[in-house]
T-cell receptor
Framework: QKEVEQNSGPLSVPEGAIASLNCTYS??????FFWYRQYSGKSPELIMS????GDKEDGRFTAQLNKASQYVSLLIRDSQPSDSATYLC????????????FGPGTSLSVIP | DTGVSQDPRHKITKRGQNVTFRCDPI?????LYWYRQTLGQGPEFLTY????????KSRLLSDRFSAERPKGSFSTLEIQRTEQGDSAMYLC?????????????FGPGTRLTVL
């Protein structure tokens, strides 16, 4: 069974701290990895995509990928209350780059 | 606004009725996905299209669900004989597949309530 797992949370961090969100996946052939943010009652919005091992930075966000460990993470620096949302990890499944599978999401709360 | 639109945004129906949702993807995107999401869960894959071809349908999807994408443009998702368990947010996403990239952009969703 191919799966994407995330800590359900909720994860609470104080404003200005670093929030660390983790995701593991079960299929070694997965090639594409995505982080989405979803505010309550809204649809997911793309934050970052990552395809290669290592770090990818975009503003306050850093995605980290380790394919050997089947692990992808998202770091949010200088967390703001507006970052409070559910963060979804998504993995593109299979060698033919078929459908994307989403994890259950991690709820983040940034405390002012 | 990602450029993906869905209609209607909300639908309330009685059990046993049929409902149809529409999704208009970003115009140059060749792939279109349908997901279902319930409270506290991630989006659950239902089906997807590459242009007009339906490539996969989730085994979780009963025969009451059908989707089409005529001419590879907009798509419709129909649910026949709705049940209370069908109450959920139905999300559409589109992407332009290039090599290994399949970055999806979501529409605002259609929230279905079955009474």
């Amino acid at each position: 069974q191919k799966e994407v797992e995330q800590n359900s949370g909720p994860l609470s961090v104080p404003e200005g701290a670093i929030a660390s969100l983790n995701c593991t996946y079960s299929d070694r052939v997965s090639q594409s990895f995505f982080w989405y943010r979803q505010y309550s009652g809204k649809s997911p919005e793309l934050i970052m995509s990552i395809y290669s091992n290592g770090d990818k930075e975009d503003g306050r966000f850093t995605a980290q990928l380790n394919k050997a460990s089947q692990y992808v993470s998202l770091l949010i620096r200088d967390s703001q209350p507006s970052d409070s949302a559910t963060y979804l990890c998504a993995v593109n499944w299979g060698t033919s780059y078929d459908k994307v599978i989403f994890g259950p999401g991690t709820s983040l709360s940034v405390i002012p | 606004d990602t450029g993906v639109s869905q209609d209607p945004r909300h639908k309330i129906t009685k059990r046993g009725q049929n409902v149809t949702f529409r999704c208009d993807p970003i115009s140059e995107h060749n792939r279109l996905y349908w997901y279902r999401q319930t409270l506290g869960q991630g989006p659950e894959f239902l089906t997807y299209f590459q242009n007009e071809a339906q490539l996969e349908k989730s085994r979780l999807l009963s025969d009451r669900f059908s989707a089409e994408r005529p001419k590879g443009s907009f798509s419709t998702l129909e649910i026949q004989r709705t049940e209370q368990g069908d109450s959920a947010m139905y999300l559409c996403a589109s992407s332009l597949v290039k090599g290994i990239t399949d970055t999806q952009y979501f529409g605002p969703g259609t929230r279905l309530t079955v009474l």
